[in-house]
């Protein structure tokens, strides 16, 4: 594959992607999830 052209023109590339039936814009993000931290054993200070 090559690069053969870069649309830059908003109007265009909304047309395209109309004519293509794709949505002119990128789906919404999920909020990030908090990663659950397991419990690690630790040495007794002694």
């Known amino acids: 594959m090559r690069v053969i052209a870069a649309i830059?023109?908003?109007r265009a590339i909304r047309a395209i992607l109309d004519c293509l039936d794709l949505p002119a814009?990128?789906?919404p993000?999920?909020?990030a999830r908090p990663i659950e931290q397991p419990d690690l054993p630790?040495?007794?200070d002694a």
Do not use: G
């Open 29 to 31: 993000t999920a909020k």
């Open 42 to 44: 630790f040495p007794d």
């Open 8 to 10: 830059e023109d908003p």
């Open 25 to 27: 814009r990128a789906p």
